[in-house]
């Protein structure tokens, strides 16, 4: 089946610097793919949807300059928090879909992130 | 606008006990509907989905949940919860009657008693 790895599954980081997330489909390509966040005990709240090789489209209240996604390639989606703070503590999640109109979404095992 | 609603952010069933989750949705457009499921620290993994066709839909371990447009529901039911079974659970619609942005319901968390 499809897999998505996402790498680092923790990390812990000093508040001002960043941190780089990465999303992989490793069996199948990706056109697309989307960023979550998730708060304790909350939902997941979509960030960003990452096109290959286009601009990201990022939702209403996602600061953009903070949190840069890049899409280089149909296998790989990087999501780079910028000057992290400890609001910014959070479990982050990809999920990418295979190519094609009609498949449904895969998720990565998420990212939890802690900034100090 | 789509949204996803579930009733009961916490359930708890006994052991061979009938489990079911509910979801309510509201969807512009037919809508495509899924259930996830998150173990603690994990990514989602998809139990089962409804695109269009046979409205009951059959998942994995055991999992399966009715389409009624009449009541705008998608309910997730399991004759009989095993320990195994306890996790959060997700509901989720799409916003476009097919695979792209997906919105999800708040989750409830499933308890199984010994």
């Known amino acids: 089946g499809a897999v998505v790895s996402q790498h680092p599954s923790r990390v812990i980081c000093k508040s001002g610097t960043s941190v780089k997330i990465e999303c992989r489909s490793l069996d199948f390509q990706a056109t697309t793919m989307f960023w979550y966040r998730q708060f304790p005990k909350q939902s997941l709240m979509l960030m960003a949807t990452s096109n290959e090789g286009s601009k990201a489209t990022y939702e209403q209240g996602v600061e953009k300059d903070k949190f840069l996604i890049n899409h280089a390639s149909l296998t790989l989606s990087t999501l780079t928090v910028t000057s992290a703070h400890p609001e910014d503590s959070s479990f982050y999640i990809c999920?990418?879909?295979?190519?094609?109109?009609?498949?449904?979404?895969?998720f990565g095992n998420g990212t939890r992130l802690t900034v100090t | 606008a789509q949204s996803v609603t579930q009733l009961g952010s916490h359930v708890s069933v006994s052991e061979g006990a009938l489990v079911l989750l509910r979801c309510n949705y509201s969807?512009?457009?037919?809508?495509?509907l899924f259930w996830y499921v998150q173990y603690p620290n994990q990514g989602l993994q998809l139990l089962l989905k409804y695109t269009t066709g046979a409205t009951l839909v059959k998942g994995i371990n055991g999992f399966e949940a009715e389409f009624k447009k009449s009541e705008t529901s998608f309910h997730l039911t399991k004759p009989s919860a095993h320990m195994s079974d306890a996790a959060e659970y997700f509901c989720a619609v799409s916003d476009s009657g097919g695979y792209q942005k997906v919105t999800f319901g708040t989750g409830t968390k499933l308890q199984v008693i010994p």
């Open positions: 999920s990418a879909r295979v190519a094609g109109s009609n498949s449904p979404l895969h």
């Open positions: 969807s512009s457009v037919p809508p495509y």
